[in-house]
C-alpha cells in the first residue's frame, strides 16, 4: 500500500513491545489509513476487534470472521460483554492477543487528540489477565485530510 498511497508508517520505538503475548493492543482510531498501520504493526497471533456491523459488509467482514476479528455488538451491552468473555477465553487458551482502538470511532482529528475511552480493552485485559500494550502513531492529517480523500507523500512516526 506504500507504493499506491505514498504513505508509509515507520516504527521509531517500543517496537519490542509487538513481541509481548498475549495482550491487549491498543491503538489511537484517526481514519480509514489505520488498516495501512495495521498493516505495518500487526503482531503476530493478534486478532482484532469491530463493531458487529463490519461482519455484514461482503468480502471485509469474510475476511474478519475468518480472521478471528472479535465483533462487538456496542447497541447490547449483554452481547458485547460476552464476546469480551469468550475473547478473553481464547486469549488464555492459544495464546493469543487482541488489537482494540478504545476510542470506539475514528476521530479525524487536524491536530492530535484522543476521543475518551470505551471500556472494553481494560475490561478485556483484567479478564485475561494480560498486559495492556498502547501503540500510538503519529497524526495522519498531514498525508490524508478526513475531508479530502486524497493522499500527500509522507512517513507517519509510530511508538509501540
Known sequence: ??????????????????????????????TALDVLLLGTIFPKYCSVTAKSSLKR?????????????????????????????????????????VFIFPEGTRSNAKEPMLLGFKKGAFHLAVQAKVPIVPIVSACYWGVLGADEWRFRRGTIPVVG
Not at 516504527?11 to 491503538?27: D, N, W
Not at 462487538?72 to 492477543?97: L, P
Open 1 to 30: 500500500m506504500a507504493l499506491a498511497t505514498g504513505v508509509q508508517f515507520e516504527i521509531v520505538l517500543g517496537e519490542e513491545h509487538l513481541l509481548t503475548r498475549p495482550a491487549v493492543f491498543v491503538g489511537n482510531h484517526q
Open 57 to 97: 459488509v461482503p468480502f471485509l467482514g469474510w475476511f474478519m470472521a475468518l480472521s478471528g476479528t472479535v465483533f462487538i455488538d456496542r447497541a447490547n451491552r449483554n452481547t458485547a460483554m460476552k464476546a469480551f468473555e469468550d475473547a478473553a477465553q481464547e486469549m488464555k487458551r492459544h495464546q493469543q492477543s
